[in-house]
Nanobody, 122 residues
Framework: QVQLVESGGGLVQAGGSLRLSCAASGSIFRINAMGWYRQAPGKQRDLVAAIHSGSNTNYADSVKGRFTISRDNAKNTVYLQMNSLKPEDTAVYYC????????????????WGQGTQVTVSS
């Protein structure tokens, strides 16, 4: 059993900042990659940022230079620092993690959080 719990969403004015957190708990043997996705109304769910083993990162072009993803392996937590927010960033943000829960099989699965709403007003 794995659970991802997100926090930090809310309403902010354009140009403001928010910091999202996602903590993984439960049966965790190893977390390979963690990331943030977002889905706006009428849009598909797209990758915002990901952080992999070794702390290498990927960012969507639309957020490069504004968002920073980081992780605390000791806490099984991933963060997304969002600066210079724009109305276009308004979406439900979902935490995702590739987690090996079973040491027996060593098979990794993707897990999703429930999502946290980020609304950026103009």
């Amino acid at each position: 059993q794995v659970q991802l719990v997100e926090s930090g969403g809310g309403l902010v004015q354009a140009g403001g900042s928010l910091r999202l957190s996602c903590a993984a708990s439960g049966s965790i043997f190893r977390i390979n990659a963690m990331g943030w996705y977002r889905q706006a109304p009428g849009k598909q769910r797209d990758l915002v940022a990901a952080i992999h083993s070794g702390s290498n990162t990927n960012y969507a072009d639309s957020v490069k230079g504004r968002f920073t993803i980081s992780r605390d392996n000791a806490k099984n937590t991933v963060y997304l620092q969002m600066n210079s927010l724009k109305p276009e960033d308004t979406a439900v943000y979902y935490c995702n993690a590739d987690i090996i829960s079973s040491v027996v099989t060593g098979t990794g699965y993707n897990y999703w959080g429930q999502g946290t709403q980020v609304t950026v007003s103009s």
